[in-house]
């Protein structure tokens, strides 16, 4: 049996007086993907920020590895933000972006090991063809994948992911999805990913948290969205896509 | 210009007038890139109320101006990280504030105030030894905060990024807010209030046209913003021009190379 790498028990994170989780509880195993679904205002990203440790949880616990949060090494953590948080007045060249995955620091200049070690990140997120771009003059596709590269640079253990998809083309989505499943095999990572994307979640997900400020259901996509839930949550069942429904990408 | 630095008051404008000048362009880079531009007023503003309580008070006006202006930046940071209020509006309360204190100490003290004057538009020739003393404390203090160059950049591109890295940001905002206000005061006496925000923007804005990376934006700004005091002082001793305005169209004119050979 796998072990949990990732533990919540009966967590409520409260923001401004306001309560926007409650009673949230499940496990995750090692290496398994797990994608986070619900509607707008749901608390996906507050839920990924409690795991990493950015806001605190008024009630219940959260574990790492058996640590909590905002104990664990920032290092195992490689968190791919919404690419439009980036302030693309930043003077900043896409590998640059990349680094401060390992170093945790803006780097004042690369020295070989590490714009190699970046270019090789960026190689796995197929981005070395635009390494010494400037970041503010990608388009969103090809900075998701620098903030991939960035995550992947420090080779973690969990990957968190924040509409990874938004603003991607059907291919965009498709490489996306492979280049995060080449890296989960090899390195046996743990990959949570907030999606809007139901389809992707039933083909490329080993579980499916369905959230709406609580948990609605946690398991294997199949058994999660059903109608019932989707209903519950959304309002409606949502749209099939008969073409790929039931086939297991790879 | 040669024959002017034989003269005490002239070498101490020229070394004063370039170490604020580098300190200010070097934290004017995190300024311009956090879209602070308005800090540097608010900050000046601030410094008009301690400079005016320690007219009020016949103490040494920079004394008094140095913590208040301190307080007065921490509070802003304060204000922002505590309550929902963005940072222009946590700088516009305490500019006004500040102005206020200041205009009611200064009818407070009935006689007519030469200091009030000097500090209101800078003089860059009255920069006394005291003066030099703490400019170069200042930029002896700047320097010992060059290994925060990473981590204050990194949070300023992103700073969720650099939280979850556990890095500590909200220090650094109260450390970098306190630098700031420092240099803002010193800048006051020597490019006077109304002028002492270009110091912290207009050679990083320059620097920003001219180069795609941060690293380079740094070094550039640190260039024009001394280049600019150097150039301006003597045009201004040449042209019998006021200093402080002189060395603002000297920035300017970089800043309109930037626009024209921008990258």
Redo the contacts between chains.
């Keep these: 049996m796998t072990a949990n790498a990732i533990s919540v028990r009966d967590v409520e994170v409260r923001l401004g007086g306001a309560t926007v989780l409650s009673d949230i509880s499940f496990d995750i195993r090692e290496s398994s993907f797990v994608a986070i679904i619900g509607p707008n205002g749901a608390g996906k990203s507050t839920l990924l920020k409690a795991l990493l440790g950015l806001v605190d949880t008024s009630r219940g616990t959260i574990t790492i590895d058996g640590i909590a949060p905002r104990d664990i090494p920032a290092a195992w953590a490689g968190y791919v933000p919404q690419v439009k948080a980036l302030d693309r007045d930043f003077p900043a060249l896409a590998i640059e972006l990349v680094a401060t995955g390992p170093h945790a620091r803006w780097p004042w200049r690369l020295g070989a090991e590490a714009r190699a070690h970046a270019l090789e990140a960026l190689e796995l997120a197929g981005a070395k063809h635009i390494a010494d771009r400037p970041a503010g003059r990608l388009s969103g596709g090809e900075l998701q994948r620098v903030y991939l590269a960035r995550a992947f640079s420090r080779e973690p253990k969990f990957i968190l992911l924040d509409e990874p998809a938004a603003g991607l083309d059907v291919a965009g989505e498709a490489d996306m999805y492979h280049i995060i499943e080449s890296y989960q095999r090899k390195h046996r990572a743990t990959v949570m990913m907030i999606t809007h994307d139901w389809d992707g979640a039933r083909i490329h997900a080993s579980d499916v948290l369905l959230l709406n400020r609580t948990n609605i259901g946690f398991g294997p996509p199949d058994t999660v969205l059903n109608d019932q839930t989707l209903l519950q949550v959304f309002g409606h069942k949502g749209h099939t896509h008969p073409k790929t429904e039931g086939t297991r990408h790879d | 210009m040669i024959e002017a630095l034989a003269l005490p008051f002239m070498r101490r404008a020229l070394e004063a007038g370039l170490l604020v000048g580098a300190v200010a362009s070097y934290l004017g880079v995190f300024v311009v890139?956090r879209g602070l531009g308005f800090f540097g007023d608010g900050l000046a503003h601030a410094a008009f109320g301690g400079v005016a309580l320690g007219i009020l008070l016949g103490a040494e006006p920079l004394w008094v101006a140095i913590p208040f202006t301190l307080a007065a930046a921490l509070m802003i940071v304060w204000v922002r990280d505590r309550t929902?209020l963005k940072y222009d509006t946590a700088i516009g309360v305490s500019f006004a504030v500040s102005m206020a204190l200041g205009i009611i100490f200064l009818s407070l003290r009935q006689e007519y105030s030469r200091d009030a004057l000097t500090y209101l538009f800078g003089s860059i020739l009255a920069v006394t030894p005291a003066d030099l003393w703490i400019t170069r404390a200042l930029a002896a203090a700047s320097l010992c905060m060059l290994p925060l160059?990473?981590?204050w950049?990194?949070a300023?591109?992103?700073p969720?990024?650099?939280?979850?890295?556990?890095?500590p940001t909200r220090r650094d905002d109260y450390i970098l807010a306190a630098a700031i206000a420092i240099t803002v005061v010193i800048a006051v006496k020597v490019v006077g209030m109304v002028l002492v925000a270009a110091f912290l923007v207009i050679p990083p804005a320059a620097a920003?046209l001219l180069?795609?990376?941060?690293?380079?934006?740094t070094l550039l700004s640190v260039v024009i913003g001394a280049i600019s005091v150097l150039a301006g002082l003597i045009l201004s001793y040449q042209c019998d021009l006021p200093s402080g305005p002189t060395i603002i169209l000297v920035q300017a004119a970089f800043f309109a190379a930037g626009v024209t050979f921008r990258r």
């Design positions: 890139q929902a160059w990473g981590r950049a990194y300023t591109v992103d969720e990024l650099a939280r979850a890295d556990r890095l920003r180069t795609r990376r941060f690293a380079t934006m």
